[in-house]
């Protein structure tokens, strides 16, 4: 027979909490272990003789805390039955005190099971009530259904496909549905087969090897199938998982579609090649006009030069002067286009007439090249085809594009204009039988640069922005632009289409004030010569337009910095003040108001010359009290005009 003290032992060194309770509705604890003792915090004062209930009280302040009812409920099964109850997890929150005497509850969970205890004649004496603290298991598992709610959330929102692979990359599994790949749900094919593009399949089968190989991160960016027919790009990782044994037995991964980044990047890659091939086209074209300008300056060195060489080496400096006048003023106007910084003088304007201008102005070039041209006008009562537009703008518009068949169609070839107005808009059309354009080059005709394609032996000249402008200004005027060409060697069609105004009444032109006829920079007739104060820091630059003022018969006083003008200026009091914007120490602008605030000089005509072209660099010299605004090299005709308005 065994002692109840090995019995007694047992019960209180066993791992798992017990206590021996009264069969009764209060419970009273009547031996408890030192398991529980140990997990409860409790000790056998506080829990032997007295209630289970009154040990281990609900939780008034927690609405949710139902475990004394429960735990009551499983006992009385127990004894009614007389058969154990369980209750696999219990949440049972239990008073404890704190180090500061303070006390609170404690969340704690519990697995218990109540088994009745009878006597020899089958009477319950003791409930036998066993508990484990399960606590830590329960915020594990909750942890781990949040951690997988949280990557379901993540996987859904994020763009990737989120994927596992068997560890010898045979089998693919999606945990997050297609994503941006190809539906292949009914497909019996690998996956490699079905995501991966023939082509690419080595690629991606070598990149594998290495990290199956080496047990080491996989990733790779490679062609893949999309979801929309097309092939994509994506970028594809994914991390080994091992074992204890150190050995691979699942791989995890996520693919990003980076399409859109490729695309972008291809792009930023071709406009840099653009770019670089069109500074070396602008260095060729701004060279090819130095060359005559340099020889023309040796001519004019050599011994004593007569009439006919000075006249002829003139007409060659004047020539290569207007050339590169012409490329900085197409370089500033898409600047200014392109960047928003033009304003529209929009008027009704008669389509007819700007054609009729721009035709004008190209008439000699397509003459110098034989060219047959034939040109039909809208085809409407005078004044119907009307559009809301900037007239000197539009008529740029069309000589640009008239000047791009000109210098791409070869000598004796066919140009043809032709004009349309419907009841919404006005279309014009210039085609030509030149040279043509492969048809990826005709999409993007009107991009900045794109001729660096069309001409790379830049027979043709300028610089290819003539039809980036033209499309920027039509599309100001809520106008489309439309390049097609067969392909190379059978010429191109350009259309420009605007909107259409309804027609106007006609109203009377005014009369023209009759023109005054003057020399270039010099006097007009009944013009009085005049006297100039000329301020330029270059000094040739104020040096050769003295000379052009002198011989018109003006006197002309020329200074290089501002001080000096000033004083000049009190001294000599100029009817004419010619200043450069950019001069040292005080800009042009400065020097215009400390002249106007000069008795000597308030009511002087101010006239800019400068190098300064933006249209804000003209207001803001307008503004500080300039009358005129002359970009370098200045127009001597325009300046002419001036001078002889100031003499009369």
Same mark, same amino acid.
């Given at each position: 027979m065994?002692?109840s003290?090995?019995?007694?032992s047992?019960?209180n060194?066993a791992?798992v909490g017990?206590?021996?309770l009264?069969?009764?509705p209060?419970?009273?604890?009547? &031996?408890v272990?030192?398991?529980?003792l140990a997990?409860?915090?409790?000790t056998?004062?506080?829990m032997?003789g007295v209630s289970l209930?009154?040990?281990?009280p609900?939780? %008034?302040d927690d609405?949710?805390?139902?475990?004394e009812?429960?735990?009551?409920?499983?006992?009385a099964r127990?004894?009614?039955s007389?058969?154990?109850?369980?209750? %696999?997890?219990?949440?049972?929150p239990?008073r404890v005190t704190?180090?500061?005497?303070?006390e609170?509850?404690?969340?704690r969970y519990?697995s218990?099971v109540?088994?009745p205890l009878f #006597?020899a004649?089958?009477?319950i004496?003791?409930?036998?009530?066993?508990?484990s603290?399960?606590t830590?298991?329960?915020?594990?598992a909750?942890?781990l259904?949040?951690?997988?709610?949280?990557?379901r959330?993540?996987?859904?929102?994020?763009a990737?496909?989120?994927?596992?692979?068997?560890?010898d990359?045979?089998?693919?599994?999606?945990?997050?549905?297609r994503?941006f790949?190809?539906?292949?749900?009914?497909?019996?094919?690998?996956?490699l087969d079905?995501?991966i593009?023939?082509?690419?399949?080595?690629?991606?089968?070598?990149?594998?090897?290495t990290?199956r190989?080496n047990?080491?991160v996989f990733?790779?960016?490679h062609?893949?199938?999309r979801a929309?027919g097309?092939?994509?790009?994506t970028l594809?990782r994914a991390?080994p998982?091992?074992?204890?044994?150190?050995?691979?037995?699942e791989w995890?991964g996520a693919a990003?579609?980076?399409t859109?980044?490729?695309?972008?990047?291809?792009k930023? !890659?071709q406009?840099?090649?653009?770019?670089?091939?069109f500074l070396?086209?602008?260095? *060729?074209?701004?060279?090819?006009?130095?060359?005559p300008?340099?020889?023309?300056?040796q001519?004019?060195?050599?011994?004593?030069?007569d009439?006919?060489?000075?006249?002829?080496t003139?007409?060659?400096?004047?020539r290569?002067?207007l050339h590169?006048?012409?490329?900085?003023d197409d370089?500033?106007?898409?600047?200014r286009v392109t960047n928003?910084l033009v304003?529209?003088?929009?008027?009704?304007?008669d389509?007819?007439?700007?054609?009729?201008e721009a035709?004008e102005?190209?008439?000699p070039? /397509?003459? &110098?090249?034989?060219h047959d041209?034939?040109c039909r006008f809208?085809?409407?009562?005078?004044g =119907?085809a009307?559009?809301?537009?900037?007239s000197?703008?539009?008529?740029?518009?069309?000589?640009?594009?008239?000047?791009n068949?000109?210098?791409y169609?070869p000598e004796g070839?066919? +140009?043809a204009?032709?004009?349309?107005?419907? =009841?919404?808009?006005?279309c014009?059309t210039v085609?030509d039988?030149? +040279?043509? /354009?492969a048809p990826?080059?005709?999409?993007?005709?009107?991009?900045?640069?794109?001729?660096?394609?069309?001409?790379p032996?830049?027979s043709?000249?300028?610089l290819?922005?003539?039809?980036a402008?033209? !499309?920027s200004?039509?599309?100001?005027?809520?106008?489309?632009?439309?390049c097609?060409?067969?392909?190379?060697?059978?010429g191109?069609?350009?259309?420009v289409?605007?909107?259409?105004?309804? !027609?106007?009444p006609?109203?009377?032109?005014?009369?023209?004030?009759?023109?005054i006829?003057a020399?270039?920079?010099?006097t007009?007739?009944g013009?009085a010569p005049?006297?100039?104060?000329?301020? #330029?820091?270059?000094?040739?630059?104020?040096?050769?337009?003295?000379m052009l003022?002198?011989?018109a018969g *003006?006197e002309v006083?020329v200074e290089?910095?501002p001080?000096?003008?000033?004083?000049r200026?009190?001294?000599a009091?100029?009817?004419?003040?010619l200043?450069?914007?950019g001069?040292p120490d005080?800009?042009g602008?400065?020097?215009?108001?400390?002249?106007?605030?000069?008795?000597?000089?308030?009511?002087?005509l101010?006239?800019?010359i400068t190098?300064?072209?933006?249209d804000s660099?003209?207001?803001?010299?307008?503004?500080?009290?300039? #009358?005129?605004y002359?970009v370098?090299?200045?127009?001597?005709?325009?300046l002419g005009d001036i001078?002889?308005g100031?003499?009369?």
């Open positions: 065994l002692s003290s090995l019995f007694e047992v019960f060194h791992p017990n206590y021996l009264s069969p009764t209060d419970a009273i604890v009547l &031996a272990n030192d398991t529980f997990a409860s915090g409790r056998r004062e506080e032997v209930f009154v040990t281990f609900a939780d %008034p609405p949710e805390d139902t475990s009812t429960v735990l009551r409920a499983s006992l127990a004894i009614a007389g058969k154990p109850d369980s209750l %696999p997890t219990i949440r049972y239990i704190l180090p500061n005497g303070e609170r509850f404690e969340e519990w218990a109540s088994t #006597d004649g089958g009477r004496l003791y409930v036998s009530h066993t508990t603290d399960v830590e298991q329960v915020r594990s909750a942890a259904r949040e951690s997988e709610k949280r990557f959330a993540l996987t859904d929102a994020a990737d496909v989120v994927y596992t692979m068997s560890p990359w045979s089998e693919m599994h999606q945990l997050d549905g994503g790949l190809k539906d292949t749900s009914n497909s019996d094919e690998s996956w079905e995501y593009p023939l082509e690419e399949r080595p690629r991606v089968r070598a990149a594998i090897d990290a190989r047990k080491a990733e790779l960016e062609r893949v199938l929309d097309s092939t994509g790009w594809s991390v998982m091992l074992d204890a044994e150190g050995e691979v037995y995890i990003n579609d980076v859109e980044r490729r695309e972008a990047e291809e930023l !890659r406009a840099d090649r653009h770019k670089d091939e070396a086209m602008l260095a *060729h074209e701004l060279r090819n006009p130095l060359a300008l340099g020889a023309a300056a001519l004019l060195q050599m011994g004593q030069p009439a006919a060489r000075v006249r002829h003139s007409q060659i400096i004047g290569q002067v590169m006048t012409h490329l900085i370089l500033l106007d898409v600047s928003g304003a529209l003088d929009k008027a009704p304007a389509l007819n007439r700007i054609l009729a035709v102005q190209v008439t070039l /397509m003459r &110098a090249r034989g041209f034939s809208a085809q409407s009562a005078p =119907a009307l559009v809301d537009g900037d000197k703008r539009l008529v740029q518009v069309v000589a640009n594009i008239l000047n068949a000109a210098k169609t070839g066919v +140009i204009l032709a004009a349309q107005a419907d =009841a919404h808009e006005v014009v085609s039988n030149g +040279i043509g /354009m990826q080059l005709a999409a993007r005709a009107f991009d900045l640069f794109a001729q660096a394609e069309r001409s032996d830049r043709s000249g300028g290819g922005l003539g039809l402008l033209v !499309r200004l039509v599309e100001l005027h809520g106008g489309s632009v439309a097609e060409s067969a392909g190379e060697g059978q191109s069609r350009f259309t289409c605007l909107p259409r105004l309804p !027609r106007l006609a109203e009377p032109v005014p009369a023209q004030p009759d023109a006829v020399n270039d920079a010099g007009a007739d013009a005049l006297r100039i104060m000329l301020v #330029d820091d270059n000094v040739d630059a104020a040096s050769t337009l003295a003022l002198e011989i *003006h006083a290089h910095h001080l000096p003008a000033l004083a200026a009190r001294a009091s100029p009817q004419v003040c200043l450069d914007i001069l005080m800009d602008k400065e020097l215009a108001q400390r002249l106007r605030a000069q008795p000597e000089t308030a009511n002087s101010l006239v800019a190098g300064y072209g933006q660099d003209r207001a803001c010299a307008l503004e500080a009290g300039f #009358d005129h002359l370098k090299p200045i127009d001597t005709a325009a001078l002889a100031a003499g009369r």
